[in-house]
Structures are given as C-alpha cells and as structure tokens.
C-alpha cells in the first residue's frame, strides 16, 4: 500500500538505558578484573606462605644451634667421642641433674643414699666422684627421693659428700628423609629427633686452644657449625667455645 511508512524497531534497553550488548561487556570486563585480583591475590598469598615458611625453619635451625651449644658446654675439655665433618658425638650432663651421698656406701654395695634420686631414669649412666680418678656407673632403676641404685657393686667405699651426676651421650648428625632431604638430628641416649628439615649441608670443623685445626678429640676447644639451607643462600655459623 502507497503511502505507508516503515518503522526500525527500536534496540532493547534496561530500565537504566544499558543496551544488552553494552551489559554484556561490561561483564566481561568485571571477570577479567576478578581473574587478574584472584591471581594477585593467590601470588600473595603464596609468596607470604613462602616466607612464613623460611622464617619457621629459620628459628628451627636457630634454636637447633642453641640448643647444641648449650649442651656442648655441659660436656667440657675431652667429653667428644666423634668428631666427624658432618657428626659430632659427646658426652655431657645436659639436664644438669646432680646429687650429694647422704651415707656412707660400702665396698660392694649396690645403693646409694642421696639428696634426691628423683627424674634419674633407669639405664642411665652416673658419674660417682669421690676422688680422682671418678667412677661411671649405670642405673639398675629409677631412682626413687633418696635412694639411687646402680647395676654393679661399688668397688670402694663412697663416704659422704661425695658427688653424683648424670652423663647423657649425646650426638647431632644428619641424615635424608624418605623425600631425599636432608635433616638435622638429635641422638640423646639412644633417643632421636629432628631438629630441623631442609638442611643443605652441616659442616663442623674443630680447633685448639692456639686457633688452629685439630683431629685430636682431647685438643678441641672449639667447635665451629656451618649449616646451609636448601633453596636459600642464607648459611648459619655457630662458633662454640668447649668449657676447660
């Protein structure tokens, strides 16, 4: 029919006047920028993950090394029994535990009378002073408040005042874990731990008294402890002055 005009259908709008196509690209817009924080955010937190990480072994390895130096320095001049490049074997009294005979112990006796025998447990080695040179001896049973007895007879007479102390033998070394890394352990009286993980390498060196190095087990006066990291190029060095 003459005359008659077309009209164009108008483009659909939201009550906002946003076209559809316009939405649509405004949300594609939005998850892009949600996937580029969501990716931030994950490196963040996996790098803070990371660190948290290091720092914790880190302290592990610190206190690892206080805690050798600490017991090194119970053992004193000629305590070491294995000084190796990644092994240092020793013998000390590392929870300080010491008494006094309270009566006099007969040649062949087999008890003692003490201060206080508690926290002495069975098998344990016992240093008996009462003059040069001192007995070692091992314990039959815990020990009970006065009262400690040993395995063997005493071979002389212990007459009173005479000291009682504990020796604990004592070795760090390393070794590798079923996943091939290496470990920093702690042997106390047959007992083991781990004292931390990821370890590079552990390199202990020892000096005498004139700061040269010595493979003579009575001449160490210092033990030197250079600890690596994997992954890290950060190394720990302890230097540990042996009580003459």
Sequence with gaps: ???RRSFTKPEV????????????????????????TLQVVTYFQRHYSEQQESVARH?????????????????????????????LQFQGN?????????????????T??????????AGKTVLLCVVDPCETHILARDGQRFLLTITDPLARAVPV???????????????????GFRQLMRMVDGGTSVLSDDIQTVQF???????????????????????GVRHESIRFVRDISVRT
Excluded at 15 to 22: C, D, K, R, V
């Design 94 to 110: 590392i929870h300080g535990l010491v008494t006094t005979v309270t009566a006099t112990a007969t040649v062949s006796q087999t």
């Design 161 to 179: 005042g005479s000291s009682v102390s504990m020796i604990n033998l004592v070795r760090y070394y390393t070794r590798r874990n079923e996943q």
């Design 1 to 3: 029919m003459s005359g």
């Design 59 to 87: 302290q592990d390895l610190r206190l690892a090394l206080d805690l050798l130096e600490q017991e090194l320095r119970t053992g004193g001049l000629g305590s070491i029994s294995i000084a190796g490049p990644d092994e």
């Design 13 to 36: 709008r939201n009550e906002l006047g946003t076209t559809m196509t316009e939405l649509m690209m405004a949300m594609g817009a939005g998850l892009i920028v949600l996937g580029a």
């Design 205 to 227: 060196s020892y000096w005498d008294e004139r700061g040269q190095t010595t493979a003579s087990l009575q001449q160490i006066t210092r033990v030197v402890v250079d600890v």
């Design 112 to 121: 003692l009378s003490v201060e206080d025998g508690r926290s002495w447990g």
